[in-house]
């Protein structure tokens, strides 16, 4: 099986540069079209164990980010995000691409996949029965699901859950996961041999970095669960673990 990682870096640039990279994540094959060294590097480690279909392979999502052009390149570089030749957000600064790259895949998802019920929530696995994690931002929830598949669960999502309309399991969608400001070094202490992109600072969310997930719940990607258990993670500062 093709992955980014077999690619290597200079074919994995071309592509992108080209004829956009198909890449698989979950039920969804997305082409990815882009000249961003950053993102390029980015995708690169966080994506490395990821299938990539071929060029002529149908995509569900097109998508392209670009700079700034022109003196905007120089005064003040950006990022663009570009969905079907639309742009439905403002830009970023450039040091946000692959942030802005893994919220617009989640916007991708939300707002394009009427195949599944999709709720806002993590969700992780282990037995084949899975844990759905719902809860507002700042609650913990990403915290949460990133500690607990670094103790031996799987991770399917760690922002939307896929609920099949027929039978009601939920199909993976794992992809990096995102962690907010004392987040980040809470799970880096907590498991250090995981794999983290650089903190990005000044974002809407504040510090963004991503948490690589692991090889075994990307190649599990196609393996859905039967949901188990509803948790609702809240988060306070200096209070004892508890649950209810």
């Given at each position: 099986?093709?992955?980014?990682?077999?690619?290597?870096?200079?074919?994995?640039?071309?592509?992108?540069?080209?004829?956009?990279?198909?890449?698989q994540?979950?039920?969804f094959?997305?082409?990815?079209?882009?000249?961003?060294?950053?993102?390029?590097?980015?995708?690169?480690?966080?994506?490395?164990?990821?299938?990539?279909?071929?060029?002529?392979?149908?995509?569900?999502?097109?998508v392209?980010?670009?700079?700034?052009?022109?003196?905007?390149?120089?005064?003040?570089?950006?990022?663009?995000?570009?969905?079907?030749?639309?742009?439905?957000?403002?830009?970023?600064?450039?040091?946000?691409?692959?942030?802005?790259?893994?919220?617009?895949?989640?916007?991708?998802?939300?707002?394009?996949?009427?195949?599944?019920?999709?709720?806002?929530?993590?969700?992780?696995?282990?037995?084949?029965?899975?844990?759905?994690?719902?809860?507002?931002?700042?609650?913990?929830?990403?915290?949460?699901?990133?500690?607990?598949?670094?103790?031996?669960?799987?991770l399917?999502?760690?922002?939307?859950?896929?609920?099949?309309?027929?039978?009601?399991?939920?199909?993976?969608?794992?992809?990096?996961?995102?962690?907010?400001?004392?987040?980040?070094?809470?799970?880096?202490?907590?498991?250090?041999?995981a794999?983290?992109?650089?903190?990005?600072?000044?974002?809407?969310?504040?510090?963004?970095?991503?948490?690589?997930?692991?090889?075994?719940?990307?190649?599990?990607?196609?393996?859905?669960?039967?949901?188990?258990?509803?948790?609702?993670?809240?988060?306070?500062?200096?209070?004892?673990?508890?649950?209810?």
């Amino acid at each position: 099986m093709l992955t980014v990682a077999t690619l290597g870096r200079r074919e994995l640039g071309a592509r992108l540069r080209g004829p956009g990279l198909r890449l698989q994540t979950g039920p969804f094959v997305t082409c990815i079209r882009s000249t961003l060294a950053p993102l390029l590097d980015a995708l690169g480690t966080m994506y490395a164990d990821y299938p990539v279909l071929d060029d002529g392979a149908l995509a569900d999502f097109h998508v392209r980010l670009s700079g700034s052009r022109g003196l905007w390149r120089l005064v003040r570089p950006q990022v663009h995000f570009h969905y079907d030749g639309m742009a439905p957000f403002q830009p970023l600064p450039l040091d946000q691409a692959f942030p802005m790259f893994e919220w617009a895949m989640n916007w991708c998802v939300s707002s394009q996949a009427h195949s599944w019920l999709v709720i806002h929530a993590a969700v992780i696995e282990k037995g084949g029965r899975a844990a759905i994690l719902p809860a507002p931002p700042g609650s913990g929830k990403s915290t949460l699901c990133a500690a607990l598949v670094n103790r031996g669960w799987r991770l399917l999502s760690d922002e939307l859950t896929l609920v099949r309309l027929d039978d009601g399991r939920i199909d993976p969608l794992p992809r990096p996961v995102s962690l907010k400001n004392a987040s980040i070094g809470i799970i880096r202490d907590y498991a250090p041999q995981a794999a983290f992109t650089r903190p990005v600072a000044d974002t809407v969310k504040g510090t963004v970095a991503h948490m690589r997930a692991s090889s075994d719940s990307v190649a599990r990607a196609l393996e859905p669960a039967l949901p188990a258990w509803i948790v609702f993670p809240q988060w306070r500062s200096g209070a004892p673990a508890e649950l209810h």
